[in-house]
């Protein structure tokens, strides 16, 4: 199974600058109400509203993804050029494999705020920028594993692990922006890594796209 970073993703252009494998957002948590954001000023009493969005960002160069889809239709196949599609069978069994596979690093550890684990496997939830974020944005493992409504008709499900502290509670960077273009890309913030789960014949079968 191999793995991209999250990096990856955020800074992957898609051809025709269509956002379908990268995402500007990879590993942010967006908030950009259609008002702005309402800021209180304690020391002056006052309120007022300025026209930024918050972003929540985790260490995205820490954080190892693996990306599947629930759906397996025309679409998709066109907007990635698939050649072929492995299905999985036993979604379960995969999973266990997955977990096995894992570095050593990528389980549970105990922290000054209590125990976290550093993988998940889970569908991807999607939301629109000007949706609350609640308690998402400071827990860096749902910011993986959510996405902007853009990307919905994807259908995704992602496998994600970290060696770090990544997905300690709070361990993201709060910045106040006014983005007008895409961030420069970090190349030097690229990882992948390939985790070995055998013989995966008896739980998923490919299938061959006529084209």
Known sequence: MFCWNAAYYRDYEDAKAAQVVGD??????????????????LTQHTQGNIQRGAEFITKAHEIFVYCVSMAFNDDLIKEFDAKACVEICDPLKLMQRWQKALPPEAHVTSGAVGDYQKYVCRRVSYYHGHDLPGSVWAIPDLITTTKLKRFAYQQEYRFAYTKT???RFENVRVELVDRKA?????????????????????ICRIHIINS
């Open 165 to 167: 502290d990544a997905f």
């Open 24 to 41: 500007e957002y990879e590993g942010t948590r967006l908030y950009r109400p259609l008002n702005g954001l309402e800021i209180n000023n």
């Open 182 to 202: 895409r961030t420069a890309p970090k190349p030097e913030e690229h990882f992948h890594e390939m985790l070995y789960l055998g013989d995966l014949h008896d």
